[in-house]
């Protein structure tokens, strides 16, 4: 799911299915067909799922379990696995540090193709976009297990079949550790934004920001999660224009709340 280059993202491997498998093996080390029996809830498994298999693989890639004389053992923090929400700030470094990888390559042509994708109402529709962009080897199927894990680590909302990007939750979960009262200027905040969300830095210049960036910020100054403020006299830095909406411009970033709780 996350090695480099021509990796299948197939739909078997859910965040939810990654995150209950790793739990599972944080309690004791499995062997694969031991996996197989207790998601199945019946002893009489002849073999490891294609879904199985492929859980266990991305857990793998992503640092939570290890192979060793054929069982698994949990090898990340506790941590990593205690919620949802701290799984997915687990996740999001990891994946998106690799560059070189199917899920990285697919999530920053979907992060930089604004509204283009907003008409691709099927994942048919979707994977043939993907493919005109150069990954030849996405088919349908990838793009059902690409779009589990966009949505679930907050690079999109999806609506029927159409994904909708919005780096809400992403942008939220990147700036973690920036202490509240923290004023960046629009400069620092794309220098930031390149280094910790490195999947949109090729959209985002002093020029304008893709629409999945600036709905991000949107969302956040509308949550009270920070305030964009554009003064008259600064450098701006240019959001995404929509019709009828005002904040189209800004030249700094103000963190108003603590973006997460430890303890969700």
């Given amino acids: 799911m996350f090695k480099k280059h021509y990796d299948r993202m197939r739909p078997g491997a859910t965040p ?14 499995m062997g694969q067909m ?3 029996k ?4 019946r002893d009489d498994v002849s073999a490891a799922s294609e879904g ?30 205690a919620s949802p929400s701290a799984f997915r700030r687990y996740v999001s470094p990891r994946v998106f540090s690799k560059g070189d990888t199917t899920f990285f390559k697919t999530t920053e042509w979907f992060v930089s ?10 994942f048919a529709t979707v994977a043939a976009e993907i493919v005109k962009s150069g990954l030849s080897h996405v088919d349908e199927n990838d ?9 679930f680590l907050g690079l999109g909302y999806q ?3 159409t994904l909708i990007p919005n780096l809400c939750i992403r942008l939220q979960d990147a700036m973690h550790n920036i202490p509240v009262g923290t004023e960046m200027s629009g400069t620092e905040f794309l220098t930031w934004l390149k280094t910790n969300v490195p999947e949109a830095a090729s959209s985002c210049t002093q020029a304008g920001l893709c629409l999945a960036v600036s709905n991000g910020l949107r969302t956040l100054h509308d ?6 403020v554009s003064a008259n006299d600064a450098e701006k830095v240019y959001l995404y224009p929509l019709p009828g909406v005002r904040m189209n411009d800004f030249s700094a970033i103000l963190v108003k709340e603590a973006l997460w709780d430890e303890l969700d």
């Fill in 38 to 41: 207790l998601c199945e809830l």
């Fill in 113 to 122: 193709s604004n509204k283009a994708v907003l008409p691709l109402n099927t």
């Fill in 159 to 161: 609506y029927e079949k």
């Fill in 16 to 29: 939810e299915r990654v995150l209950a498998i790793a739990r599972m093996i944080r309690q004791k080390p």
């Fill in 143 to 151: 793009v059902l297990g690409w779009r589990f894990w966009i949505r």
């Fill in 52 to 81: 199985i298999r492929y859980t266990l693989a991305a857990a793998e890639e992503l640092g939570l379990i290890e192979n060793r004389e054929g069982k698994y053992h949990f090898v990340a923090e506790d941590q990593a696995v």
């Fill in 34 to 36: 031991e996996v197989a």
């Fill in 223 to 228: 949550l009270g999660k920070i305030q964009i």
